[in-house]
């Protein structure tokens, strides 16, 4: 299989050279691409796409793999008296078993005890150096893959806070920061402090409803765990990984869009479209320390990274370069690229593309989702009810220019 990963990463580095060749060409004779090869891009940019998931499916299909023989190796290690102890499943995974037989009404699911806090960083998809090799024999750890999956907030590595309980959290907000001044011999030295403002970190609530036949919960060949991660996960995402980015703060969480200050405007007459020039002004607006944090990325709908694939710098470098190793994401002048549908598209006065340091930016989760099962909900069709729910919120707690725009200037 790891052959196969090998050759999807060279097969994609060859679209993405094809690509380049389509407008290197185009540029060449100072035009725009043709209809014929604006086709002809647009269908490598998909094969690229679907290259790219189909090399994600193998790498997470190895890294279960290789999960499996670890976990199996540990048991053969096993003393005889060790061996003959209740199964070795992991005690979620059985509770979740028992409470889809029926056997109990709820299920409460908790990150493991025994692995401290929850690293986000350690569950991303597709990371097996990272600790993703225990993703597959936790039924915590592959909700929480899941609902990463469909965030891009969660997958740029905010600084995330658990907690056992849901009452609110003041977090002091940095607003600025202290200034120092050339002192004359024997002057009074000036008083330079940070300024802090407060907010509060609540605890608003997601929820899905997820429903089964009863013939499918019985079925022993499903692999019911990971449907039910898969589906809650992705179904909790979707709606938690929207307000952390377009939130309002009011009612819900402050997203990190609405937040972000204006670190280039774009220029007349192209329709809110950005340049490279624009992204290079944007990378720069942002000050090293921020730019040298290990979370600091981009953040962009896909639609708007396609577009980010056919600029050049001024040394005609395409600024947007492809990962070609495992792990290793695509890069936007040498920046981690993080795709999520919820940033706004490319348009006058939007904010379409974010860049800076995401550790600045705080998700609170109050631990655990809570799972329960209703067998008399959908009585009359015979299926059973799982509902899922998640209580959290974000807000940017570095407000002095930690994450910066790109807005659309005027068509």
Not at 38 to 65: F, S
């Amino acid at each position: 299989m790891h052959a196969m990963i090998n050759r999807l990463r060279e097969e994609r580095a060859r679209r993405w050279d094809e690509a380049k060749a389509l407008l290197d060409t185009a540029e060449a004779a100072k035009r725009d691409l043709t209809a014929e090869e604006e086709q002809t891009w647009q269908r490598l940019n998909g094969e690229m796409d679907a290259i790219d998931a189909r090399r994600q499916e193998l790498e997470e299909a190895e890294q279960r793999t290789r999960a499996a023989e670890s976990a199996f190796d540990a048991m053969l290690k096993q003393q005889p008296d060790q061996r003959r102890l209740p199964p070795s499943r992991n005690a979620d995974d059985e509770g979740v078993r028992a409470f889809l037989r029926g056997e109990q009404r709820s299920f409460e699911v908790r990150p493991p005890r025994d692995g401290g806090p929850v690293s986000f960083r350690d569950l991303v998809k597709g990371t097996a150096a990272a600790g993703g090799n225990t993703v597959p024999t936790s039924f915590y750890g592959r909700l929480v893959e899941h609902m990463i999956e469909m965030s891009g907030v969660l997958r740029t590595e905010p600084t995330v806070l658990m907690t056992d309980s849901g009452e609110p959290i003041d977090i002091p907000v940095t607003t600025g920061h202290p200034t120092a001044a050339l002192v004359a011999e024997g002057a009074p030295i000036p008083e330079g402090d940070p300024a802090f403002g407060k907010r509060t970190l609540g605890s608003y609530k997601y929820g899905d409803l997820v429903q089964l036949s009863s013939e499918l919960t019985t079925d022993t060949g499903v692999d019911l765990l990971g449907y039910l991660a898969r589906a809650a996960g992705r179904a909790i995402g979707n709606a938690f990984g929207a307000h952390l980015v377009t939130g309002t703060g009011t009612n819900q969480p402050s997203g990190v869009a609405v937040v972000a200050t204006t670190g280039k405007t774009g220029g007349a007459g192209v329709a809110g479209a950005f340049t490279a020039d624009d992204l290079i002004d944007l990378f720069f607006s942002v000050i090293e320390p921020y730019r040298m944090s290990p979370s600091c990325s981009w953040m962009l709908r896909d639609a708007s990274i396609a577009a980010a694939r056919k600029l050049k710098d001024g040394q005609g470098q395409y600024i947007w370069q492809p990962g070609l190793v495992a792990g290793a994401p695509d890069t936007i002048l040498g920046k981690p690229v993080r795709s999520d549908p919820n940033v706004a598209a490319i348009g006058t006065g939007a904010k379409s593309v974010l860049f800076g340091d995401f550790g600045a930016y705080f998700v609170r989760m109050v631990n655990g989702i809570r799972f329960e099962r209703s067998d008399d909900y959908a009585f009359n069709t015979d299926m059973v009810t799982f509902r899922a729910l998640l209580r959290g919120d974000g807000l940017l707690a570095d407000q002095t220019g930690a994450i910066k725009a790109f807005v659309g200037g005027a068509a």
